[in-house]
Every structure is written in structure tokens, then in C-alpha cells.
């Protein structure tokens, strides 16, 4: 009794997650709120407002993490919408068309939702990125300028000027004496850096180069952490299993299924950002700056709410010594960003900070934009957007943690996403884009499904013919292994059907009555050797498991392998395959035999339908 409860119940869970894929997708439009802005209540019933007005139909709105989902009849009704909203809201709100799983609220409510679709069957954009690694290199140099400064200060070894030149990193000595001391000193400190003494006459010059091995160690770094910072951005923004992997060794391959239009898309990828720590020039005259007397070693920057700056040049602190950022308030309720560093990036801090209680600091919030533009070498021209998002006093000395104050509610918000999903250490640009549209993932699905009902069918019609009773068995078995296996798709969150998924799920299909052919005709062969038909049913069962568990184990680790070395379409296949092989284990083996067992066990029976 409980083998049966077992297999019941293990059924029926499957099926109940199957259930929500039968509902389909709404045509929707999504949206959410950029630079500064916030999207509330308000904003969702002005939205709805809009759409009533235009005699659009809303079937639901759903406002959910700062996220305003609004979903509509039909496709054509979506792309009124999404003009018509957008063109109410302005530019502080990025509306994009979206396809949303129809599943009921309850159903949702107790965890049911539809199997992820891949880019080559949802439809969706794909960019092929590529990292500017001069600039990578550049901001390294950038920064060990900064370090030579502060170690020759601190050992006392006078410089006449060092400044990031032609050949390298030039440091200016007015003696022999003093840059063989200096070299000899940053050598010990700076081991990944080549040191050369360019000394001309009276001139004494040593250049510092980084080393080969340390100049593909930064590139490798500076790929590996776009990467993760693109797929933090691409996830916080809420764009469903986006696919971001390298290809080759300085470009990066997004995918991000569902999103139906380019510029939503670019929209995303522009978030991918730097953030850095400037001290605020007091003594400088804004207005004076503003008309172009900038102070030598500062800088002008416009702030986001509007009105100049005045900064510092020097870096504080660059974003990618930032580990974690959560929005919080303090104890007047005001809104606030907490700041989590890694150990070199607060000990940074707490040293640049300690001379500079009481002083205020600014976060600069630096954009590359694609312009459209080439280069003179074909590449393409990105554009620079530099402004100040908040500016907060130093209270005291800071070290890994610290809070940033003087935000607002949406500002803090916003503020604090960007940061916890990392820096770009160089900026990256298109290469290449392709659209892949929705109605191509919908021939795709169709075709799939063909291929998957016409296999299905011939596989039933043999079974029954063959093997009668005992084959209307095993279709049944069959039947549940494909909606167990479209179930366990559904739970699992990181599971992604592709087209090459529906191939493993047809495959599965065939696989999937092996192990009954196998007892079958083990059956046959014990009923020929003159076994009862109790005692055939009981060795046709024990013997084959043994035969089929191999078959079974060889092959799942087959698909193991293709899982944990393939990508993209590969994984899909054997993500689908390895899930099609345990149900298929289970149904054909236990399944079908508490079938048996309720029909044909503890009988007296003279003859089988096999």
C-alpha cells in the first residue's frame, strides 16, 4: 500500500507542477523605474488611467519590487500600450514589451509556474560584447600611480613629478642617488611592475611597465569581472535567466530571453556602470568653474538633481572593492545606503579617510553609452556620462563599513542595486546584435511539439499492438514520464527549455519504454519456461532491473558530462535528458508494476495480455 500511496503521490506532484504550462503567456508590458525615479501605486493607477483612455483593456497590473507588470488582451493592443504609457510617463521610466506566464493567482500562490523558456523558443535579443581592455590597462596604471606617490612619501624618498606618459609611468628625480634608492625601494613593493631607468643628462627618469604575466592577469580580471557585474545588473533588473557567458579571451555573449525590442535591451546593458569616491573642492569657486576657471587637480561635475560640482581628481575608491549594499534608514528614518568593502578596499578607506572627518565626499556615477559612431578603427564610439549622485559629510574615520546619507526613499534604492551588482573594471561595447522574434520561438515550439506527438503516437501504437494489456501499461507509464519530466522542468529555478531541450525531451520518449520492452520480454521468456504467471510477473520484474539500471546509470552519466562541460544549447539537451531518464526509471520500473500488481496481483490468473 504505501509503494502505491508512493507512486501516487510522487505523480501527482509532478502533474500538479505541470499544470501551469497549459495556461500560455499574456502579452504585458513591463515597467520600470530609471535615474532616480520610483514606481508606485500612483504610477500604477496613472498607468491604468492611460490605458482606459485609450479604450485598452487591462486583464491585470501587478506592481511587485519596484516593478510594474501590466498585461493586455493581445499583441497589437501591447504595442498601443506600451506607446501610450511610455509617452505619459517620460524618460524616467523605461516601458518595455514582455511576455507574462497566464498562470492563475492561486495556482501561483502555491508555487506553480511555467518551465523557463531559452532564447530560441521565448524569442529575445543577443549581443556579442566586447571589453575595452586599454581602458582596464589604463585605470591600472592610473592607480599605481596613486600607490608610487603614497609609498615614496611614506619612505621619504623625494620625486620631482610622476605622471602616466607614452612610455609608461614616468617618475622625475633630481638626483642619481635618489632613483636608485627609489628603484630599488619600488621593486621590493611592486614585483608584477618592470622598472627602467630612461635617466637622458641631467634629466633622471625611471619608467615603470607592468609585466607581461601581470598585464594578462589585469585582462583576465577585467573580463571575469564584467562578466559578473553584467549578470548582477541583468538579474537585478528582473530580466528572466538571462544567458551572460565569455567567448574568446577579451568578448562576452548576453542573451536575454523575452525581451522583445533592442533598445529595451540596450537600455539594461547601459546600467553597466562605474562608481567612484571623490572628496568635494571646498575651496573652489563653482560659478568660476562653471565658466571654465577649474582649479588645477579638480574637476567639474554636474550632479543628478541638478546644479555643478566641484571634485577632487584623485580616486578615493573605485566600486569594485564593493562586496555588498543594502538600502536601510537611520535612527530618524531617513533613508540611507549601507556599505559592505572587501579588506584592501576598507583599508583604503579607512586611510583616505581619516584626514578628512567632517569634509564631504561624493559618489560619481560614471555611464559608457553606444553612440551609434565608429571609430577611425571600426570600433565603435561609446560616449562618457559622468555625474554626481550623492554627495554625504565624513563623519569619522570609515573602514569596510559605512553608510551614505542625504538620498531619497527611490535614490537610495536605486543607488544601492548599482552598487551591489559590482563595477565594470573597463567598459564594454556591441559588437554584434540579433533579435531572435517571438513568432519564430512560437514555429520553433510548434515544430517541436510535432516532432514530439508524432514520435509519442508511434511509440503508443507499437506498444499497444505488441504487447495489448501489458502495452496500454506502459503508454500509460509513458504518458505520466512526460509529465513528470515538464513538472520537475517547472520546480527546478535554474532549469531552461531550449530547442535542443525538446529534442532530449522526444529522445526521452523513446528511451522511456526501454526498460518496459526489457521486462516484457522477460516476461514472455519465464512464461515460456513453464513459470506461473505470478512467478514470471515476480522474475521479469527482479531480473531486469539490474540490466535496465545500467543502461540507465551509463547514459545519465553521459548527460552529467555534457552538463558540466557544455553551455547554452549543450546543458539544455542534457538538462532535459538527465530528468527524463530518473522519471523514466521510475515509471517504467516502479510505476507500471503497481499497475500489474492492482490488476493482475494475488489472482488466479490463466492467461496475460502481453
Request: charged share 20%; aromatic share 6%; net charge neutral.
Amino acid at each position: 500500500m504505501w509503494k502505491n500511496l508512493m507512486v501516487m503521490i510522487i505523480i501527482a506532484i509532478g502533474g500538479f507542477y505541470a499544470i501551469p504550462n497549459l495556461f500560455g503567456e499574456d502579452h504585458a508590458v513591463q515597467v520600470v523605474a530609471t535615474r532616480g525615479a520610483e514606481v508606485t501605486a500612483s504610477t500604477q493607477s496613472a498607468v491604468n488611467d492611460v490605458l482606459v483612455s485609450k479604450g485598452i483593456a487591462v486583464k491585470r497590473s501587478e506592481l511587485e519590487n519596484g516593478q510594474l507588470l501590466v498585461r493586455v488582451g493581445n499583441g497589437e493592443e501591447q504595442l498601443l500600450a506600451k506607446e501610450a504609457i511610455a509617452e505619459a510617463l517620460g524618460d524616467k521610466f523605461t516601458v518595455a514589451l514582455n511576455l507574462a506566464p497566464a498562470t492563475p493567482e492561486w495556482l501561483e500562490a502555491m508555487g506553480g509556474s511555467p518551465m523557463k523558456l531559452g532564447l530560441d523558443l521565448r524569442g529575445g535579443v543577443h549581443f556579442l560584447m566586447e571589453v575595452d581592455m586599454g581602458e582596464a590597462v589604463r585605470k591600472m596604471t592610473e592607480a599605481k600611480v596613486a600607490d608610487f606617490r603614497t609609498d615614496l612619501r611614506a619612505e621619504r624618498i623625494r620625486y620631482a613629478g610622476i605622471r602616466n606618459g607614452a612610455r609608461g609611468i614616468e617618475i622625475k628625480f633630481r638626483d642619481a642617488e635618489t632613483l636608485a634608492n627609489a628603484e630599488r625601494f619600488l621593486k621590493s613593493r611592486s614585483a608584477d611592475m618592470v622598472f627602467t631607468d630612461r635617466s637622458t643628462g641631467s634629466d633622471y627618469f625611471l619608467v615603470a611597465n607592468p609585466s607581461d604575466v601581470y598585464l594578462k592577469q589585469i585582462k583576465e580580471e577585467a573580463l571575469q569581472q564584467n562578466i559578473t557585474t553584467l549578470r548582477n545588473r541583468v538579474n537585478e533588473l528582473g530580466v528572466a535567466e538571462p544567458v551572460v557567458q565569455r567567448q574568446g579571451a577579451e568578448r562576452i555573449i548576453v542573451e536575454l530571453p523575452g525581451v522583445q525590442d533592442t533598445a529595451r535591451a540596450k537600455e539594461i546593458l547601459s546600467a553597466t556602470a562605474s562608481i567612484e569616491f571623490h572628496m568635494v573642492d571646498q575651496n573652489a569657486d563653482v560659478q568660476a568653474a562653471a565658466s571654465g576657471r577649474v582649479p588645477a587637480g579638480s574637476e567639474l561635475y554636474q550632479r543628478r538633481e541638478g546644479g555643478p560640482v566641484v571634485l577632487k581628481k584623485a580616486v578615493m575608491l573605485t566600486g569594485d572593492h564593493i562586496q555588498g549594499a543594502q538600502p536601510s534608514y537611520d535612527e530618524y528614518s531617513r533613508p540611507q545606503v549601507s556599505i559592505n568593502l572587501d579588506s584592501k578596499g576598507g583599508s583604503i578607506f579607512s586611510n583616505v579617510t581619516k584626514d578628512n572627518i567632517g569634509n564631504p565626499m561624493a559618489t560619481l556615477f560614471i555611464e559608457y553609452k553606444d553612440t551609434g559612431e565608429k571609430n577611425a578603427d571600426g570600433s565603435v564610439k561609446m560616449k562618457k556620462i559622468e555625474e554626481v549622485i550623492s554627495v554625504a559629510t565624513i563623519q569619522a574615520r570609515l573602514g569596510r563599513n559605512f553608510v551614505i546619507t542625504g538620498l531619497g526613499h527611490a535614490e537610495s534604492q536605486n543607488l544601492a542595486l548599482l552598487l551591489r551588482a559590482g563595477a565594470l573594471i573597463a567598459p564594454v561595447y556591441i559588437v554584434e546584435e540579433r533579435t531572435i522574434g517571438p513568432s519564430l520561438g512560437a514555429e520553433n515550439i510548434e515544430n517541436g511539439m510535432q516532432a514530439m506527438i508524432w514520435g509519442m503516437a508511434v511509440v503508443l501504437l507499437f506498444m499497444l499492438v505488441y504487447y495489448r494489456g501489458f502495452g496500454l501499461i506502459a503508454n500509460l507509464a509513458l504518458t505520466a514520464n512526460l509529465v513528470m519530466v515538464v513538472g520537475v522542468m517547472s520546480m527546478i529555478p535554474g532549469a531552461v527549455l531550449t530547442l535542443p531541450g525538446i529534442a532530449g525531451m522526444v529522445l526521452t520518449v523513446g528511451m522511456a519504454v526501454d526498460g518496459n520492452v526489457l521486462i516484457y520480454e522477460r516476461i514472455r521468456e519465464e512464461l515460456r519456461n513453464g513459470r506461473s504467471i505470478q512467478q514470471a510477473i515476480h522474475e521479469g520484474y527482479g531480473n531486469a532491473f539490474s540490466t535496465i539500471a545500467d543502461a540507465n546509470i551509463t547514459t545519465f552519466m553521459t548527460a552529467l558530462i555534457l552538463f558540466a562541460v557544455g553551455t547554452g544549447a549543450v546543458k539544455g539537451f542534457a538538462v532535459t535528458l538527465m530528468i527524463g531518464i530518473a522519471t523514466s526509471m521510475f515509471t517504467s520500473i516502479v510505476g507500471t508494476r503497481s499497475i500489474v500488481n492492482a490488476i493482475w496481483g494475488g489472482k488466479r490468473v490463466k492467461k496475460l495480455s502481453i
